[in-house]
Every structure is written in structure tokens, then in C-alpha cells.
């Protein structure tokens, strides 16, 4: 089943949900030009994820995707937490900030029921998560007003669960992809293959639609997934270039040079292991580094460094998120590049049925 047929779109392309470079405004774009625009909720509160559902619900053309994490809150600990902050200290002394100001927290909050209630009356037509699944009368929920359910999986072992659990489709995440790792089973990297190797395992084994992630960057890309069998192809790094994202002008300068050739899973930035463009503070303390803590912890003693450092015009501390094929990054209107993803794929009117 191709995802035309699976959420109602008029091509088999969903624009990867990137928090931190979009809001609804490149969902709009993607979903204008006949894809799956996703926005990315995580670090929304609960008055910006109702205005931007409020521009969803009035304006999207077609089905959009709400993407959320579905993580497990770690208590802090202390010990480790002191450790992290040591080996940050240096940085801070140089930018002229006070350590001992950070204040605790996580900054990113796995969905819950109060989210969902806040959600439900604006029945979004997909709603995605990252790092497994939410219970299952939460799943049932959002099926029970006709919604469709995916999630992200980085091993065949995780596809699996993820439909033994109700989802309608698996994302089949390749190490190549860009971004955080949506692992839930194990965060062991060595378990993890490219997209190409993974989808097509992923295909033969599961009963439901595969959505190939990772690498995919132009229509080739999303014409060789589906030749493997893929339902559709999930694009990121490709629309960050796109005037709908919003970029910084650190992050696209970075983009279009060739610092973009070496990318790196690092956990500096949140504590989860997440592919970006390496930068000063990923070459100097990891880029996997021992000290920080497990994610999102990580990232309420890391994101002042950032603000301090672009606001002075470096990107030394700053997630430059990007996947390992950059290539087919365009700064031309979404809508457009949405349409040249899809160029080479079959209309579904000329598939036999």
C-alpha cells in the first residue's frame, strides 16, 4: 500500500518533522504541494501548539502530520549532572556566562494525556511519534477519530514492536538520517544499519507500510526506496534550505559549505544520540561523550551556550542538524521541492491494482 492510499495524500512524500528549523508554515507548504507537511510538537507549549493547530485545521490542504516524542522521563542525577556541567564550565567562563544559572529540566516532554486532550478536538488526520509508542488507549484514541499512527523505527526488532502495537505504518530510519535517533528498544548504535539495508528487511518482515527515512535527498532517492518496496520516503535535510524553514543563517551557511560533507551522531546537544554537521564543541568533547547525561537532560546546560555563541555569530555551539546526503538541500519554495521529490515515482491512477 503506498502511503497515497494509506493517509490520503496525492504523493508518497512526508517532510521529516525537524523541531528547531520550522514551524507550521513549511507543514502548510508540503501538504499545498500534495505531501504529508509534519510539524514537529515536542517543544511546543500548550498556547503555541494551539495557535499552530488552529493554522492547521483552517489552512492545511490535504492531511498533516503531528509528530510528538514518546520517550521515558529519567530522574536526574546529580552526580553525573555535576559532571557535565564541569566539563561545560570552560566554555561558559570564555562566553562570559555564570554556570551555577542553568536551571534543571529537560526542555523536551514525552506526550501525555493532557497533550492529547488538547489535541483531540482538532482530529488531526496523523499524529507520529519518535522513540516508540504512547499507551495503547492512547493509540486507540487517536484511531477512534480516524486518525493514522506512525513511528519510527531504527532496527527490524523496533519495526516490529512498533506494529505488534498498533501502528499503521513504520518509518524505517537508516544511520544516515539527520537529526535525533528515534531508538527505543536499545541505544546501541551497532545495531543499526543504513536505509537501504534496513527497508528492505523491514518490508519482507512487517504486514504494514514501510516509510523509507534516511540518505533520501531527490527523486532517485525516493524512486529507489520505492523499488525496494518502500511505501513512501520521509525527506528532512533537503527542505531546510527552503525559505519556509526557519534555518538560522549559521545553520545554512554551514549547509551550503563544506563542513556539510562531515556529519557525526552526537549527544552534546540533548543527550540522545542525533546526526548533525561537526562543530566545535562536537569535535572538542565528543562528539559521544561519556559525561552527558541521558536525553533530554542533556540540553538545559548546552542550549545557553548556543544562544550566547550565535548571538556573537558563531555556530560552534549550535546543532547544525543535517543528514549524511545534503545534496539535494534547495532553496526554492517547498511546494516546489515537493513536487520534484515525487518526479520520478509512478502516478497511483497508472498502478495496476
Not at 499545498?32 to 511546543?44: D, F, R
Not at 529537560?106 to 494525556?113: S, V, Y
Request: glycine share 10%; with cysteine.
Amino acid at each position: 500500500m503506498r502511503l497515497e492510499q494509506l493517509l490520503g495524500t496525492q504523493l508518497p512524500i512526508i517532510q521529516a518533522p525537524m523541531a528547531g528549523v520550522q514551524n507550521s508554515a513549511l507543514t502548510l507548504a508540503v501538504c499545498g504541494a500534495g505531501g504529508l507537511g509534519s510539524l514537529p510538537c515536542a517543544m511546543l507549549g500548550a498556547e503555541a501548539l494551539q495557535q499552530e493547530l488552529r493554522l492547521l485545521s483552517e489552512q492545511a490542504q490535504g492531511p498533516w502530520n503531528l509528530n510528538f516524542f514518546a520517550h521515558s522521563t529519567r530522574p536526574e542525577d546529580a552526580v553525573r549532572t555535576q559532571r557535565w556541567r564541569t566539563a561545560l564550565a570552560p566554555y561558559y567562563t570564555e562566553l562570559g556566562l555564570d554556570i551555577n544559572t542553568v536551571q534543571p529540566g529537560a526542555g523536551r516532554r514525552p506526550f501525555d494525556r493532557e497533550t492529547l486532550e488538547l489535541i483531540a478536538p482538532f482530529r488531526p488526520p496523523v499524529v507520529s511519534f519518535h522513540f516508540g509508542l504512547p499507551d495503547a488507549d492512547v493509540v486507540d484514541r487517536i484511531k477512534g477519530w480516524g486518525g493514522k499512527v506512525l513511528s519510527t523505527a531504527t532496527t527490524l526488532a523496533e519495526g516490529k514492536w512498533l506494529q505488534a502495537q498498533g501502528a499503521d505504518a513504520v518509518i524505517a530510519q537508516g544511520l544516515e538520517a539527520g537529526g535525533h535517533r528515534g531508538h527505543f528498544l536499545s541505544t546501541d548504535l551497532s545495531l543499526q544499519m543504513g536505509t537501504f539495508a534496513l527497508l528492505p528487511q523491514m518490508v519482507a518482515a512487517l504486514d504494514i507500510p514501510v516509510i523509507a527515512a534516511g540518505g533520501i535527498a531527490d527523486a532517485s532517492g525516493v524512486a529507489a526506496a520505492m523499488a525496494l518496496g518502500a511505501a513512501g520516503a520521509q525527506v528532512g535535510t533537503a527542505y531546510l534550505l527552503c525559505p519556509e524553514a526557519t534555518t538560522t543563517d549559521l545553520h545554512r551557511t554551514a549547509l551550503k559549505s563544506k563542513r556539510a560533507q562531515h556529519t557525526a551522531l552526537t549527544n552534546v546537544f540533548s543527550g540522545g544520540a542525533a546526526r548533525g554537521i561537526v562543530n566545535r564543541i562536537m569535535h572538542e568533547l565528543g562528539p559521544m561523550s561519556e559525561l552527558a547525561p541521558p536525553f533530554p537532560l542533556a540540553g538545559s546546560a548546552s542550549a545557553p551556550l548556543r544562544s550566547a555563541a550565535e548571538k556573537a555569530g558563531s555556530s560552534d555551539f549550535s546543532p547544525l542538524w543535517s543528514g549524511q546526503n545534503n545534496s539535494g538541500c534547495k532553496a526554492i519554495p517547498a511546494a516546489d521541492l515537493t513536487r520534484e521529490m515525487a518526479a520520478k515515482v509512478p502516478p497511483m491512477a497508472s498502478i495496476k491494482q
